[in-house]
C-alpha cells in the first residue's frame, strides 16, 4: 500500500493568514493526489484533484502543488469557513489510501 | 444535481453482516465509478472499494475477504455487504462516486452510523 503522510497533523492559525499544508506519499504517485476538506459531522468535500485543478465552486484561495512524493496544498488567506480537516489521498494505485488529516484551528 | 443516499440499519450484531444501499439521483450510474468508504468516529479515512456499473470491482486487500459491492442498474443503486462483522467495523459509511486511477471521490454521500454491538 501507498503510504500517505501529511504534515503537520494540527495547527492554530488566524483569520487571514497564510496556511501550507504538506503530504508525502511513500512512492512515486505522479499527479495522481487530490485534497478534501471535512467539517465536523459532514462528508469530506473534493477541494483539488490531480495535485493542481481546482475543483468547480471552490474558492481560488486553495491551492495545490507537487508532483512525484511530495504536494502542498496552500490556503492564501485563511476565512473563518476553512477550520476544518483536511485531508490528502492518492488515486495512483490500489487500495486508494488518505493521509490521517490536518485539523486547523483557530488561534 | 447529482445526489448519493446510504441506507440500512445503523445497529449490526457481532459476526453478522453489515447490509448499506446508495441510491444514485440526478446522474446515470452506468457513467460512472462508485465507492465505499469509511470513517471510524475520530478517525481517518478509510477506502472501502469501488465497482463499474459491468460489475467489476477492485476491494482493499484489508477488507477483501469480507466485503462484497454490488450495482443494480435498473435501481440506479450500489450495495455494500460486510460480512463477520466486529466492533472495530463500527463507523460512518459513505458512499462516493468515483475511484478508477486517477479519479477523485468528487460526490459524497452525507453518510450512514453504523454501529457493531450485541
Known amino acids: 500500500d501507498i503510504q500517505m503522510t501529511q504534515s503537520p497533523s494540527s495547527l492554530s492559525a488566524s483569520v487571514g493568514d497564510r496556511l501550507t499544508i504538506t503530504c508525502r506519499a511513500s512512492?512515486?504517485?505522479?499527479?495522481?493526489l487530490n485534497w478534501y476538506q471535512q467539517k465536523p459531522g459532514k462528508a469530506p468535500n473534493l477541494l483539488i484533484y490531480?495535485?493542481?485543478t481546482l475543483q468547480s465552486g471552490v474558492p481560488s484561495r486553495f491551492s495545490g502543488s507537487g508532483s512525484g512524493t511530495d504536494f502542498t496544498l496552500t490556503i492564501s488567506s485563511l476565512q473563518p469557513e476553512d477550520f476544518a480537516t483536511y485531508y490528502c489521498?492518492?488515486?495512483?494505485?490500489?487500495?486508494?489510501?488518505f493521509g490521517q488529516g490536518t485539523k486547523v484551528e483557530i488561534k | 444535481q447529482v445526489q448519493l443516499q446510504e441506507s440500512g440499519p445503523g445497529l449490526v450484531k457481532p459476526s453478522e453482516t453489515l447490509s448499506l444501499t446508495c441510491t444514485v439521483s440526478?446522474?446515470?450510474?452506468?457513467?460512472?465509478?462508485w465507492s465505499w468508504i469509511r470513517q471510524p468516529p475520530g478517525k481517518g479515512l478509510e477506502w472501502i472499494g469501488y465497482?463499474?456499473?459491468?460489475?467489476?470491482?477492485s476491494y482493499n486487500p484489508s477488507l477483501k475477504s469480507r466485503v462484497t459491492i454490488f450495482v443494480d442498474t435498473s435501481k440506479s443503486q450500489f450495495s455494500l455487504n460486510l460480512s463477520s462483522v466486529t466492533a472495530a467495523d463500527t463507523a460512518v459509511y459513505y458512499c462516493?462516486?468515483?475511484?478508477?486511477?486517477?479519479?477523485?471521490?468528487?460526490?459524497w454521500g452525507q453518510g450512514a452510523m453504523v454501529t457493531v454491538s450485541s
Open positions: 465497482i463499474y456499473y459491468s460489475g467489476s470491482t
Open positions: 490531480l495535485a493542481t
Open positions: 440526478a446522474a446515470s450510474i452506468s457513467s460512472y465509478y
Open positions: 512512492e512515486n504517485i505522479n499527479s495522481y
Open positions: 462516493t462516486r468515483g475511484g478508477v486511477t486517477g479519479d477523485a471521490f468528487d460526490i
Open positions: 489521498q492518492q488515486s495512483y494505485s490500489t487500495p486508494r489510501t
